[in-house]
């Protein structure tokens, strides 16, 4: 049971290149989410889609694109990246819009835009 | 005002003390609340999880909750220096299906 998979694990970007990064998880969780965390920081939510067919903008959505492409698949785009957006970013599912229900999170993608 | 404070770090006890870690937030739409570990360069890891006023224990770890407050705090007795890691509190909306997280506090357990 693999969880939450995210790829890549690391990446370097130039400013102004685009790329994907993925999301995958094999819980059959309706909700899936995008954070970013920043040294020494909370993780502040960019994007999260309650569940599949629905996105929705978090805390710090700009510069950022989100397709919901099936219940598994959650990815996030830059479309030109910005040295700001150099980061960690987590992806985290959860099964249902429950109270008592955690979220689980993929091990993290660390970029760097240069 | 930030959705989600917590008491600013970094918080560094001796092993075998009690360390208090604390959160206050400002939704009062939310439902249920949680504590996560994340040691460095991983991702978080849940400790403790809440939904009532009141306190829910579990080992050596204790959760309280005053809704009425928008208070929630975490209790760690008998530290370790295992226990050494940043810990997030978070609160759930489940209405609109979101968790919002504090920035962390550091917790150093000296031996």
């Known amino acids: 049971n693999a969880g939450v998979t995210q790829t890549p694990k690391f990446q370097v970007l130039k400013t102004g290149q685009s790329m994907t990064l993925q999301c995958a998880q094999d819980?059959?969780?309706?909700?899936m989410y995008w954070y970013r965390q920043d040294p020494g920081m909370g993780l502040r939510l960019i994007y999260y889609s309650a569940s599949e067919g629905t996105t929705d903008k978090g805390e710090v959505p700009n510069g950022y694109n989100v397709s919901r492409l099936n219940k598994r698949e959650f990815s996030l785009r830059l479309e030109s990246a910005a040295p700001s957006q150099t980061s960690v970013y987590f992806c985290a599912s959860r099964p249902i819009l429950r109270v008592n229900t955690e979220a689980f999170f993929g091990q993290g993608t660390r970029l760097t835009v240069v | 005002q930030k959705e989600v404070e917590q008491n600013s770090g970094p918080l560094s006890v001796p092993e075998g003390a009690i360390a208090s870690l604390n959160c206050t937030y400002s939704?009062?739409?939310?439902?249920?609340f949680f504590w996560y570990r994340q040691y460095s360069g991983k991702s978080p890891e849940l400790i403790m999880s809440i939904y009532s006023n009141g306190d829910k224990e579990d080992g050596r770890f204790t959760a309280q909750l005053n809704k009425a407050s928008q208070y929630v705090s975490l209790l760690i007795r008998d530290s370790q220096p295992s226990d050494s890691a940043t810990y997030l509190c978070a609160f759930y909306n489940t209405n609109a299906g979101k968790s919002t997280f504090g920035d962390g506090t550091t917790l150093t357990v000296k031996p």
């Open positions: 819980m059959n969780h309706n909700s």
């Open positions: 939704d009062r739409g939310s439902q249920s």
